[in-house]
């Protein structure tokens, strides 16, 4: 019991660090102070898309009602609850955004050689721009309060610097390792206290900026494709992230809990290194000498991405019927200007709601909502091949509504994840 109010207290203290912090400028392109290296701030500080499509589902909710490999990621307190062994081996997610738009272009009668180049133009809006395209693949396990993931996500993000300018496209990867552990600290009858502690370690690197006329150049040929997937001989940012997540789980009567998680914390302390080359930047950023060489850097607040999350859920488990209900606050510790001026705004952009509803063995349903956007999904659990679907809606303004992009995510995964 003193180990839990000891973390929560902990927990409590380390988010009074935060002031208001306007985030206006994420996804900004950035000059370092020696003025030749670049970097996206709001790119660089986004996190790899570690957790599942069930998760997106749901609303971005889990703080509470996470489960396998998802818990290390949304709160490691919540792995003491996985004791039954369970693995995916492996899970394939690939997301496409916006979705809607790709469909009406794709509906327009032109010829092939211009698709590409009209997608591309309708799809990026000025200003900050979501992930056009999104892969990843992992394999982990998690039993008895253990948990490892291994991961590599890959994303295609776009950029405008101006109204005036025109769209840069890049691709972008971050793969790495995640490990956490749980323990009960005080269990009863009726009431029981979880608390853990997860660690990664990511390496991160995209590539200098495309234009899409650059793009469509390069792809007119079919042996360019690999140049624009994989620029090895493009300028290059590369760096590490290793983000620590703490929580701890309140559980009465195995329906009701209350969370509370501070997740991603010291991701990126020593910001992102400007290589001449993705070849050589992976390679010499592993040596101080590689660091010598490099012109410059971005760098990035050693808790600029640190999140303080709380929530409260229902899970009766009843025998017949077993609902999942989870509302939560995310990222508290971050707000913007517009946000302080409106609790309207502010309630709707950190607000996340998820319903999970069991109509059969094998089909599951999910209904979320996150900073005021809606977002749908279906499980067919056909055992042990799983199949995730899910349409939702992101935001990447300030605040609700300001700048909503949807989005269509499909994983498959062969694993052994009895989350009922």
Do not use: C
Request: glycine fraction near 10%; charged fraction near 15%.
């Amino acid at each position: 019991m003193k180990k839990g109010i000891i973390i929560f207290l902990l927990i409590a203290s380390l988010s009074s660090v935060f002031a208001s912090d306007d985030l206006s400028s994420k996804g900004n392109m950035q000059k370092s102070s020696s003025g030749n290296a670049w970097g996206v701030k709001g790119i660089t500080n986004v996190m790899p898309n570690t957790t599942s499509n069930r998760i997106a589902a749901l609303g971005g909710t889990g703080t509470v009602l996470s489960t396998g490999l998802d818990s290390l990621y949304l709160n490691p307190a919540n792995l003491a609850k996985q004791q039954k062994f369970f693995i995916e081996v492996p899970s394939l997610n690939i997301s496409i955004s916006p979705f809607a738009k790709l469909l009406k272009v794709l509906k327009k009668d032109m010829k092939a050689s211009d698709i590409l180049s009209v997608a591309l133009n309708d799809l990026i809006t000025k200003g900050n721009n979501p992930v056009l395209l999104n892969a990843d693949v992992g394999v982990g396990f998690a039993v008895k309060g253990f948990g490892f993931n291994v991961f590599a996500d890959v994303g295609l993000f776009a950029y405008t610097p101006d109204l005036a300018g025109s769209a840069q496209i890049f691709p972008m990867v971050t793969a790495g390792a995640s490990v956490g552990y749980a323990h009960s600290v005080f269990k009863t009858k009726y009431h029981r206290i979880d608390v853990g502690l997860s660690f990664s370690f990511m390496v991160r690197a995209y590539s200098d900026p495309y234009t899409i006329d650059e793009i469509t150049s390069a792809l007119s040929s079919s042996e360019n494709i690999t140049d624009i997937l994989i620029p090895l001989n493009r300028g290059a940012m590369v760096g590490f992230m290793h983000p620590i997540s703490v929580g701890m789980t309140y559980t009465f009567a195995d329906q009701l809990s209350a969370s509370v998680a501070f997740n991603n914390i010291w991701p990126s302390q020593g910001g992102m290194l400007h290589f001449a080359t993705l070849t050589s930047g992976i390679s010499d950023i592993w040596s101080s000498g590689g660091r010598k060489k490099s012109d410059g850097k971005t760098s990035i607040g050693a808790l600029d991405t640190a999140s303080l999350d709380v929530g409260v859920a229902w899970n009766p488990k009843w025998k017949w019927f077993n609902p999942r209900v989870e509302f939560d606050l995310y990222d508290l510790t971050h707000y913007t200007e517009e946000q302080t001026k409106s609790f309207k705004y502010f309630f709707g952009a950190h607000m996340r709601l998820g319903i999970e509803l069991f109509v059969a063995e094998f089909l599951g349903l999910r209904f979320g909502v996150n900073g005021g956007r809606l977002s749908f999904g279906a499980r067919l659990d056909l055992w042990p091949i799983v199949i995730d679907l899910t349409y939702g809606w992101r935001e990447w303004g300030e605040y609700a509504g300001d700048s909503p992009k949807d989005f269509l995510s499909l994983t498959v995964k062969i694993g052994w994840d009895r989350t009922k």
